[in-house]
Nanobody
């Protein structure tokens, strides 16, 4: 069992930055690939970014590529999402998730554990 807790969301203006954190507890954090997903009202949950167990492999949704950076610190059992140049369309609840495979996935159905989410609101 892995418990995940997101933090760092908030209300910002377009062009601002935020850094989300996902703190893990329970089983060994380094055994899981990690991902960020988001869900806006009335929309399906969508992939944002993922990072492999050791961190060397990362991948992003096209909509955030070049603006968001995913990273992890296995010693602190924490994953991060640095979000720069935020846009109103980035407004959503952001969730972190853990996947027992090595590389992770862009499909939310393949993740085993989820946090409760943190709200990000970007005003224009």
């Amino acid at each position: 069992q892995v418990q995940l807790v997101e933090s760092g969301g908030g209300l910002v203006q377009a062009g601002d930055s935020l850094r989300l954190s996902c703190a893990a507890s329970g089983r060994t954090f380094s055994r899981y690939a990690m991902g960020w997903f988001r869900q806006a009202p009335g929309k399906e949950r969508e992939f944002v970014a993922a990072i492999s167990r050791g961190g060397p492999t990362t991948y992003y949704a096209d909509s955030v590529k070049g603006r968001f950076t995913i990273s992890r610190d296995n010693a602190k059992s924490t994953m991060y999402l640095q979000m720069n140049n935020l846009k109103p369309e980035d407004t959503a609840v952001y969730y972190c998730a853990a996947d027992s495979t090595y590389y992770g996935s862009t499909y939310y159905q393949e993740y085993d554990y989820w946090g409760q989410g943190t709200q990000v609101t970007v005003s224009s």
